[in-house]
């Protein structure tokens, strides 16, 4: 079965400052990849995802990340944070209805 | 439209009680899933459904049952709590099986003691 790696528990940045998180899977053919973000107390919401085609896709909240295979990673980036960004990310990956997701890394924002 | 809607929002439970969270969707999706949250291991799935009258197990389906008499319902029962089922509980749906992005309910947050 897939399964996905989030190496860093907890990161912080200052407000303005790039971000990246980490994320590596493991998955034996082309993976379904999905960025949520979960703010305290409550659901999840999708950032971005990759499916095919261009390996570095967009996402909401000016967001991006990118897909390489040789890596098996699905990086996270941002290059200004704001302070509103200040919650938990969720990297997953797919296969039909089995979805795996990371153990999430806490974003902390400093003004 | 309210997408997805669970509940109850917490409950605090009896260990050996039975307890069953409601999950609703109106977006017709034809999939819907269960996952528990815990601090330091992210989301597990619990069960999911690819269609009415079908589910399935997820990767730690134990203790938990779920049915999909329709599209639009997906609950999830303990049959008798255990202490270990404290979590936060979410409900997921997705127009399709493959992959798609899911849609996630508000959460349940349950404590068993």
């Known amino acids: 079965a897939q399964s996905v790696t989030q190496p860093d528990i907890h990161i912080t940045v200052s407000e303005g400052a790039s971000l990246e998180l980490r994320c590596n899977y493991s998955y034996g053919a082309t993976p379904y990849l999905f960025w949520y973000v979960q703010s305290p107390g409550q659901g999840l919401q999708l950032l971005l995802k990759y499916f095919s085609g261009d390996t570095l896709v967009q996402g909401i909240k000016g967001f991006e990340a990118e897909f390489k295979r040789s890596q098996s990673s699905f990086n996270l980036r941002k290059p200004s944070v704001h302070w509103s960004d200040a919650a938990e990310y969720f990297c997953?990956?797919?296969?039909?209805?089995?979805?795996?997701f990371g153990a999430g890394t806490r974003l902390t924002v400093k003004p | 439209i309210a997408g997805i809607t669970q509940a109850p929002t917490s409950q605090i439970l009896a260990a050996g009680r039975r307890m069953t969270l409601r999950c609703t969707q109106d977006m017709r999706h034809n999939a819907m899933y269960w996952y528990r949250q815990d601090l330091g291991l992210g989301l597990r799935l619990i069960h999911y459904?690819?269609?009415?009258?079908?589910?399935g197990k997820g990767e730690v389906p134990d203790g938990y049952s779920v049915s999909r008499a329709n599209t639009d319902d997906f609950p999830l029962t303990l049959a008798s709590a255990v202490p270990s089922q404290t979590s936060v509980y979410f409900c997921?749906?997705?127009?399709?099986?493959?992959?798609?992005?899911?849609?996630f309910g508000p959460g349940t947050r349950l404590t068993v003691l």
């Open positions: 997921a749906s997705s127009e399709a099986p493959e992959g798609r992005r899911q849609y």
């Open positions: 997953a990956v797919a296969d039909n209805n089995d979805m795996r």
């Open positions: 459904s690819n269609t009415a009258g079908t589910t």
